[in-house]
Each structure stands twice: as structure tokens, then as C-alpha cells.
């Protein structure tokens, strides 16, 4: 980027994209998009490694009669108000 004095009531980068040729801020614009795509990119990949599927217990434990019913226990909840 340029640097540049700002005029009135600009601001540094405002100053420098003036000052830029039209090839200068499209080549910036471009990188600017490819960097956003990159960072959604890994943001997706980190968001669908954490939504693994974790598997509670093997297939061969599968529902039968020989299961005791404190496998299906829930602890109650207490609301308050």
C-alpha cells in the first residue's frame, strides 16, 4: 500500500487505495478475496472436524434384555423460576 498523507476527513487506507492505480486495487481487491476464502475455508474444516459423530458403545452391545435399565438412566432436571 501507499503511504500517503490523508486528505480531510480521510483515512490512511482511503489515502492509499486514492492513490493506487486501477491494476494496484484490483490486484489488493483480489488478494483481499482469496485470503476471505482462504479463512472461511479452515473455519469450515474446523467447524466439520468437531461435529464428528462420537460413537457411545460398540455394535456388538447391542439393546437386549441382558441390559440393566441403569444404562438408560437420565438425572432429573430442576427447573427454577
Known sequence: MQGVQPLRGEDA??????????????????????????????????????????????ADREAGPERESSDFEVPALIASH
Open 13 to 58: 487506507v482511503a489515502a492509499s487505495v486514492r492513490k493506487m492505480s486501477n491494476q494496484e486495487a484490483d490486484d489488493f481487491a483480489a488478494l483481499i478475496v482469496e485470503i476471505f476464502g482462504i479463512t472461511c475455508r479452515v473455519l469450515l474444516n474446523a467447524a466439520r472436524a468437531s461435529a464428528a459423530v462420537v460413537q457411545l458403545h460398540t
